[in-house]
């Protein structure tokens, strides 16, 4: 079993800090069905773990999983009609339609007065659910999956779904990347985001959520998965997400691959009072203040939903 790197500071120097058994992860994750699981990961359970970073602090998944195991994961051990009924939560509905809203009102903060033709990938498109609010007179949206059931759903819909990522370069340059739930999942981060550069106009919007662990609580699931308890969130999971980010390590990658951060959804959300609500100063401040509270809001993972801009020179 290979490993790899930290996939924000690229550097091999970690330690394992969880280790999950079948159980354990089953205990909190009740799409999960344990027998599946334990055949998926016969004989290679004591790689179901979490390290930390020595350089930078990241939490990921070390193992580099074959795809045998990985489809086995994402085909068998998953309910997907419990997976599809997600869609239909009006929770979800929700925060999908604020992203939308957030995206719309930072066109206006950044000048915009009309939508003309503006073109959006919707990268992880999953069920077509973003594609469903986004699509629109003006806003030419496509979307790219790997899962074929999901893709076959989107399409039946009538969504334009890209089949291959040779077909998505020649859709390039694209104004919007949107990429939810992604980051999480994906091994080769690098490689995402390298191609989010090429497929992405320069000043390009884009906008991605991942699950944001603050480093305190953190820890408290590094005590009690250490002490055998099940972790207090079914998102730890290291056969799904592979990388444990928090608001630091966001930032980092941003950096890192030159997008210049505008906001997060929570410090949008802030902004939307009526006559301060356009104004890119004040979402500024709320920013800072954001970051500021990053250090001690510890309760309870936090969905973190990020904007930012492509910047243009590399
Ligand atoms: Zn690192």
């Given amino acids: 079993m290979n490993k790899r790197n ?24 009740p799409t999960y069905k344990v027998e599946e699981l334990r055949k998926a990961i016969i004989g290679k359970d004591d790689l179901v773990t979490y390290s930390e970073c020595d350089v930078c602090g990241m939490v990921y998944c070390e193992t580099l999983w074959d795809n045998d195991t990985l489809r086995i994961v ?11 009924e997600k869609v239909l939560l009006l929770n979800k509905r929700i925060a999908i339609t604020r992203t939308w809203n957030n995206l719309l009102r930072l066109f206006t903060l950044l000048g ?8 959006l990938l919707d990268y992880g498109c999953g069920w077509g659910d973003f594609l469903d609010v986004a699509n629109g007179y003006g806003v030419n949206v496509y979307g790219y999956d790997e899962d ?4 076959d759903f989107a399409k039946k819909r009538g969504h334009k779904i890209v089949d291959s990522i040779e077909e998505l370069k020649s859709l390039s340059p694209v ?20 191609l989010v550069k090429t497929l992405l106009k320069p000043n390009g919007l884009l906008i991605f959520s991942v699950n944001d662990y603050r480093s305190k609580y953190i820890k408290k699931n590094v005590k009690k998965v250490s002490s055998n308890f099940p972790a207090l969130s079914k998102n730890f999971n290291p056969l799904e997400h ?20 505008i906001s997060t959804r929570l410090s949008l959300d802030f902004t939307n009072i009526p006559g301060i609500r356009n104004s890119i100063f004040f979402l500024k401040c709320t920013n800072k203040l954001e970051k500021a509270f990053s250090n001690i809001l510890t309760g309870k993972e936090i969905g973190i939903t990020v904007y930012a801009k492509n910047n243009a020179t590399n």
Avoid at 148 to 151: A, N, T, Y
Avoid at 175 to 193: A, G, K, P, R, T
């Fill in 6 to 29: 930290c996939p924000v500071c690229e550097t091999n120097k970690a330690e394992v800090i969880m280790t999950f058994t079948p159980e354990l992860l089953c205990a909190v994750n």
């Fill in 112 to 119: 915009k007065k009309k939508l003309n033709d503006i073109k």
């Fill in 175 to 194: 104004d919007v990347f949107v990429m939810n739930s992604v980051l999480e999942h994906v091994q080769d981060v690098d490689y995402i985001l390298k």
């Fill in 242 to 261: 592979v990388n444990i980010y928090d608001y630091k390590s966001v930032m980092t990658t941003l950096e890192k691959y030159n997008f210049e951060f």
């Fill in 74 to 84: 994402y085909d068998k051990t998953i309910d997907h009609e419990k997976s599809l």
């Fill in 148 to 151: 074929k059931r999901k893709i």
